[in-house]
């Protein structure tokens, strides 16, 4: 990948050796992620990535050439526009803990209405169930979009 031989050079060159160790654990936590979707082979489920964020955009990458339909992405701060129901596509949620609560609503609506038609695929540096616990994340949502769990983190993948 030419952006994470970018990122290790910039790292070297600037002598932050802790930078390079995160970027090289980073990837190669992605690659074990990354195998173990093509395991699953599960083309319509949604999927739920919590790690670090050189890890999660190393697994997007690949995700984005494997997948053949149209993909719309959300990320913090901007207004969520949903695909059509009808139509087979991805919906991207980048860092989906900031969903504000009406967001939160409204997708769980929107997934009723799908049927399996859109694939979620939802990103996250923090453990969701904490705030599920807590009341500031919806619960329903949680297990909607939780159906295949990859960790990507430095200590290692879970599933």
């Given at each position: ?10 790292a ?8 390079v ?121 949680y ?17």
């Amino acid at each position: 990948m030419e952006n994470h031989s970018n990122a290790v050079a910039g790292a070297m060159a600037s002598g932050d050796v802790d930078s390079v160790l995160q970027i090289r654990e980073d990837r190669r936590a992605a690659c074990e992620a990354y195998k173990d979707l093509q395991i699953l082979e599960m083309p319509r489920t949604n999927l739920h990535l919590v790690g670090t964020a050189g890890a999660i955009r190393i697994v997007l990458e690949w995700l984005r050439l494997d997948l053949r339909e149209p993909i719309v992405t959300w990320r913090p701060g901007q207004r969520l526009e949903l695909p059509s129901p009808r139509r087979a596509a991805t919906l991207l949620l980048h860092d989906v803990s900031k969903l504000t609560s009406d967001e939160q609503h409204r997708l769980v609506r929107w997934l009723d209405e799908t049927a399996g038609q859109v694939r979620v695929v939802s990103t996250t540096a923090v453990p969701l169930w904490p705030r599920v616990q807590h009341c500031a994340f919806d619960d329903v949502l949680y297990y909607r979009l939780n159906i295949v769990c990859l960790n990507v983190t430095a200590n290692g993948l879970t599933h």
